[in-house]
């Protein structure tokens, strides 16, 4: 009998995640006042609700190439996780232990503005959720457009 695969997501801890949050800040919405925007994020992350990551979601979400990972592909796990992240590897393998043990997993976090849906954290839980067939929760921050 197969083992159904069921972690528990938990909401992370944002103020760890403040240099992605600032990288997003610069990056994809070219504002240069990172700390604003850091504490604007925080602001919506305190309201911000962890949702199944829809299938419709997955497809439309930047930042990532985890939607495209086929069931058990654990070759392109490595490659994106490792050989594409020289210097600083990641451990798919601890993921996909802790998925398999239906432990608790911090949920990646995605940031919605507007049209935009953008992965700011969790690539490597993503890629490992997917090869798994795992439906993942994710913490959803919506921003205002200003």
Request: hydrophobic letters at 40%.
């Amino acid at each position: 009998m197969e083992k159904i695969l069921n972690p528990t997501f938990f909401i992370p801890d944002i103020a760890y995640e403040r240099g992605e949050i600032e990288r997003v800040s610069m990056d994809v919405f070219q504002d240069p006042n990172t700390n604003d925007f850091f504490l604007r994020f925080l602001e919506a992350a305190r309201k911000a609700p962890l949702v199944p990551l829809s299938k419709e979601m997955w497809k439309k979400l930047e930042n990532t190439d985890s939607y495209e990972i086929a069931s058990q592909d654990w070759a392109s796990v490595k490659h994106h996780a490792v050989d594409g992240k020289p210097g600083h590897p990641r451990d798919w393998q601890l993921y996909r232990s802790r998925y398999e043990q239906n432990a608790r997993i911090e949920a990646p976090i995605i940031l919605k503005k507007g049209g935009i849906l953008h992965l700011v954290s969790g690539n490597t839980r993503l890629m490992v959720a997917r090869a798994l067939g795992i439906t993942p929760q994710v913490l959803l921050v919506e921003l205002p457009e200003n």
